[in-house]
T-cell receptor, first 116, second 113 residues
Framework: GAGVSQTPSNKVTEKGKYVELRCDPI?????LYWYRQSLGQGPEFLIY????????DSGLPNDRFFAVRPEGSVSTLKIQRTERGDSAVYLC??????????????FGPGTRLTVL | GENVEQHPSTLSVQEGDSAVIKCTYS??????FPWYKQELGKGPQLIID?????GEKKDQRIAVTLNKTAKHFSLHITETQPEDSAVYFC????????????FGSGTQLTVLP
């Protein structure tokens, strides 16, 4: 596609519920990243995929967070037993030589998650 | 791990003036330094980046300088326009490794007409 897309754009849920956030990377990009951005802060790294495998998941805050990328394209970030502290904007980025430098990360518009 | 500090947190300039935002990093292995612009309700958009094999890079009204010895880099915007108003983030990473970006805390730039 023309850019990174994320759905939904907004998600409101109740404490304790399960949520899934979806990311469609730029076509041909092999690397995909998830970041979390709290109000007034810079994005914080969560997890990085190279192809289908999670190459680095050191940023996931705890075992309630999990992400998959089964076919090496679309990725889903899954949050179990949501807590109010999970409220943030979840950003997805992708990179790859298909669009110039393989190190340049292109971000999607984000999903704003609100846990009531 | 890497730590990136960014100053100032807010910056107001008159239209047509220059704006400078500064960042320092802690990991001497970092060798890739992008700058992102984020408008309200949108994702970060890359505006310029620099690799450690060069000391300066310019793209029209935007320039970035890098001092590897001091581990700091700066964004310079000349002839500012109201549409430059946004939050700007610096970041650092290591090319070819896990590539995760470590971001600064952001600078809210306001260009007054």
């Amino acid at each position: 596609g023309a850019g990174v897309s994320q759905t939904p754009s907004n998600k409101v849920t109740e404490k304790g519920k399960y949520v899934e956030l979806r990311c469609d990377p730029i076509s041909g990009h092999t690397a995909l990243y998830w970041y979390r951005q709290s109000l007034g802060q810079g994005p914080e790294f969560l997890i990085y995929f190279q192809g289908t495998g999670a190459a680095d998941d050191s940023g996931l805050p705890n075992d309630r967070f999990f992400a998959v990328r089964p076919e090496g394209s679309v990725s889903t970030l899954k949050i179990q037993r949501t807590e109010r502290g999970d409220s943030a904007v979840y950003l997805c980025a992708s990179s790859g030589s298909a669009s110039g430098s393989p190190d340049t990360q292109y971000f999607g518009p984000g999903t704003r998650l609100t846990v009531l | 791990g890497e730590n990136v500090e960014q100053h100032p947190s807010t910056l107001s300039v008159q239209e047509g003036d220059s704006a400078v935002i500064k960042c320092t990093y802690s990991d001497s292995a970092s060798n890739y330094f992008p700058w992102y612009k984020q408008e309200l309700g949108k994702g970060p958009q890359l505006i310029i980046d620099i690799r450690s094999n060069v000391g300066e890079k310019k793209d029209q009204r935007i320039a970035v300088t890098l001092n590897k010895t001091a581990k700091h880099f700066s964004l310079h915007i000349t002839e500012t326009q109201p549409e430059d108003s946004a939050v700007y983030f610096c970041a650092a990473s290591i090319i070819g490794s896990a590539r995760q970006l470590t971001f600064g805390s952001g600078t809210q730039l306001t260009v007054l007409p």
